[in-house]
T-cell receptor, first 114, second 112 residues
Framework: QKEVEQNSGPLSVPEGAIASLNCTYS??????FFWYRQYSGKSPELIMS????GDKEDGRFTAQLNKASQYVSLLIRDSQPSDSATYLC??????????????FGTGTRLQVTL | SQTIHQWPATLVQPVGSPLSLECTVE??????LYWYRQAAGRGLQLLFY??????ISSEVPQNLSASRPQDRQFILSSKKLLLSDSGFYLC???????????FGQGTRLTVV
């Protein structure tokens, strides 16, 4: 059973601070990793993808991947109230041909306080 | 640019009734298509995926079925709904080769 684990939160951070969201996965064969943001009642929105060890930065977001430790994280700098949402970690299975069969964590709820 | 349309947004159906949810993608050809379900307080669960017309792979045994009659159309069906079928149903697409999936607006289904 392939698993993706996230702390459900809520993670509360003050406006302007750095939010750090973490995710571990069980399948060592996983090849690609994604972070989705989901506002309450809405569908998930893809915000970051990462495929190789190290950091990937996009604006205020930085994704970090450590395949040896089977660990993915998302840093949000200068957190804003509009960042308050649930963040889902997703992992693409290896050896799936052309399909993107994603296994999702249950998400971490982030609250950015004024 | 690519867009994905999913309807209806909400649906209330009695137990034992049939179900048909439709999803279409615009602006791309030969996409991979997916149906996910998100139950209350749980993660997204992949139900079906398709890499081409008429090609359907089922991930979870259940009373649901999926069909892909056209390249950019994906349909989720049931002949008789169960209470446990309630949830948030999400259609998604990706390019061939993976690299993440993009979701439609979702259908919130309540079976009563």
């Amino acid at each position: 059973q392939k698993e993706v684990e996230q702390n459900s939160g809520p993670l509360s951070v003050p406006e302007g601070a750095i939010a750090s969201l973490n995710c571990t996965y069980s399948d060592r064969g996983s090849q690609s990793f994604f972070w989705y943001r989901q506002y309450s009642g809405k569908s998930p929105e893809l915000i970051m993808s990462i495929y190789s060890n190290g950091d990937k930065e996009d604006g205020r977001f930085t994704a970090q991947l450590n395949k040896a430790s089977q660990y993915v994280s998302l840093l949000i700098r200068d957190s804003q109230p509009s960042d308050s949402a649930t963040y889902l970690c997703a992992v693409n299975e290896g050896n799936t041909g052309t399909a993107s069969k994603l296994t999702f964590g249950t998400g971490t709820r982030l609250q950015v306080t004024l | 640019s690519q867009t994905i349309h999913q309807w209806p947004a909400t649906l209330v159906q009695p137990v034992g009734s049939p179900l048909s949810l439709e999803c279409t993608v615009e602006g791309t050809s030969n996409p991979n298509l997916y149906w996910y379900r998100q139950a209350a307080g749980r993660g997204l669960q992949l139900l079906f995926y398709s890499v081409g017309i008429g090609q359907i792979s089922s991930e979870v045994p259940q009373n649901l079925s999926a069909s892909r009659p056209q390249d950019r159309q994906f349909i989720l069906s049931s002949k008789k709904l169960l209470l446990s079928d309630s949830g948030f149903y999400l259609c998604a697409w990706s390019v061939q080769g993976g690299l993440g999936a993009f979701f439609g607006q979702g259908t919130r289904l309540t079976v009563v």
